[in-house]
């Protein structure tokens, strides 16, 4: 376990107020320094992020500060991607935070370094409460792919593995999360690939201002994303339930409840709901039928028995 290294690829944009607790909780890792870098890309911050990274990469020559023009975070994450030299991968996200035993779990996960992924559990933080993410242990690959976390940054990814698949981050695109990982489910054989850390060893902060709480007209590049990952399997036939699930679950769960129905003005929501039922109906018109739906849930309750036109009157009231 000891000969493993790692690379951590950091995006840095505008995040002054968290950045020193974040690097702090990097800094104090357990894990063997020596095999350790941690890559700071800087997205063209115009606050105090750049002259923080400064200070901790003089304090740690295993730290690295890069930075480029804004590009966003994608851009930030496929350019660290090209700097890393570490047998694994992991993309942090710079205003969340860790235990000091993070990289040590993960690695501890990846079997001697035989799994291509390792899933970690981690702890949603909002101002007034903790909620709790078990990373799940799946029987088969299927399972994974509908149970997993949709996320890169609590993913140990084997980098050569990585690199073959060209898989990159969509740059300048919402939901680059989705695409990554979709995508990178489809180059894996079994899941015996996949590793699993149950130590909570990741603080995710919930910000209000992050953009998943903030209308943009690009709430609709979630459909040029679903496409890119439905021509992605064209040439074979996995997961076709599995994502058919997933998109159909995310598009009226998440995307209709907690952001279209809350769009101040009626006609974006109309507009929107307009493409939520016809990308649906082109592409998953049986999607009631869908055998994930079986499994009891309050989620799935909802799905299964909500008509159309309740969808579109909870969206719209």
Not at 45 to 70: E, G, M, R
Not at 125 to 132: A, C, I, K, L, N
Not at 165 to 170: G, S
Request: some cysteine.
């Amino acid at each position: 376990m000891n000969k493993i290294t790692i690379s951590v690829v950091m995006p840095i944009y505008n995040v002054a107020p968290y950045l020193k607790q974040c690097l702090t909780s990097l800094q104090n890792q357990t894990y063997p320094k020596e095999l350790t870098e941690i890559i700071l890309v800087d997205d063209g911050s115009t606050d105090d992020s750049a002259a923080i990274c400064q200070a901790f990469v003089q304090q740690n020559p295993h730290f690295t500060y890069l930075k480029q023009a804004n590009a966003g975070q994608s851009a930030a994450r496929n350019y660290g991607l090209t700097q890393a030299k570490g047998q694994y991968v992991l993309f942090l996200d710079s205003d969340d935070w860790f235990e000091p035993d993070l990289l040590k779990h993960l690695v501890s996960a990846s079997a001697a370094g035989t799994k291509k992924l390792v899933e970690a559990s981690f702890t949603w933080e909002f101002s007034d409460h903790q909620s709790f993410y078990q990373a799940p242990r799946c029987s088969d690959l299927a399972h994974f792919v509908v149970h997993a976390h949709v996320v890169p940054w609590n993913k140990l990814i084997d980098r050569q593995w990585l690199l073959k698949t060209k898989i990159l981050f969509p740059e300048g695109r919402l939901y680059e999360d989705q695409d990554f990982f979709f995508k990178l489910m489809g180059n894996l054989k079994d899941i015996s690939e996949v590793g699993i850390s149950q130590a909570s060893d990741i603080h995710y902060r919930q910000r209000g201002g992050s953009t998943i709480y903030t209308y943009s007209e690009k709430l609709t590049d979630i459909f040029w994303i679903y496409q890119d990952i439905l021509q992605y399997y064209q040439k074979n036939d996995r997961f076709q339930k599995e994502l058919e699930y997933r998109f159909t679950r995310n598009l009226l769960g998440n995307i209709l409840l907690r952001q279209v129905r809350h769009f101040p003005q009626k006609a974006q929501k109309e507009y929107l709901l307009k493409l939520i039922f016809t990308f649906i109906q082109q592409n998953f018109p049986a999607w009631k039928h869908n055998p994930y739906l079986k499994e009891r849930s309050a989620v799935n309750w909802y799905l299964k028995l909500t008509p159309n036109w309740l969808f579109k009157f909870i969206a719209l009231h």
